[in-house]
C-alpha cells in the first residue's frame, strides 16, 4: 500500500517561507507523477502544483511565481518550497499520487497557518 507522509508545516507571517515534504513508500517513487494539494477551513481540498516523472511543473495561478515543487528520487520525497506566504495559503497540504486509475488514501497532511 502506497503511503504518503508529510512534513514540514508551521506558523508563519504574511510574507514567509516554508518548505514542505513529503516521503513516499510502497511505490516506485521515479515512476510517479506527485502533487500538492491544499485544504483551507471550509473550503474543498485543492491541487496547488504538480511535477512528473520528467521534473515538468505546472502550478495553480493563486501560487504561481511563490512556490516551487520539486523532487528527489533518491529520497523518494516530493518538496514544496513555499515563499511570499499570503494569509489565503493558510490550510492542511497534502501529497498524493497522481495518475488515472489511482486509489492512495491521503495522509495526515501539515498544517500551514499564515498570519496577516
Known amino acids: 500500500q502506497v503511503q504518503m507522509v508529510e512534513s514540514g508545516g508551521g506558523a508563519v507571517q504574511a510574507g514567509g517561507s516554508l518548505r514542505l515534504s513529503c516521503v513516499v513508500s510502497g511505490s516506485i517513487f521515479m515512476l510517479d507523477s506527485m502533487g500538492w494539494y491544499r485544504q483551507a477551513p471550509g473550503k474543498q481540498r485543492d491541487v496547488v502544483a504538480v511535477i512528473s516523472r520528467d521534473g515538468n511543473t505546472n502550478y495553480a495561478d493563486s501560487v504561481k511565481g511563490r512556490f516551487t515543487i520539486s523532487r528527489d528520487n533518491a529520497k523518494n520525497t516530493v518538496y514544496l518550497q513555499m515563499n511570499s506566504l499570503k494569509f489565503e495559503d493558510t490550510g492542511v497540504y497534502y501529497c498524493?499520487?497522481?495518475?488515472?486509475?489511482?486509489?492512495?488514501?491521503w495522509g495526515q497532511g501539515t498544517q500551514v497557518t499564515v498570519s496577516s
Open positions: 498524493k499520487r497522481v495518475g488515472l486509475g489511482l486509489n492512495d488514501s
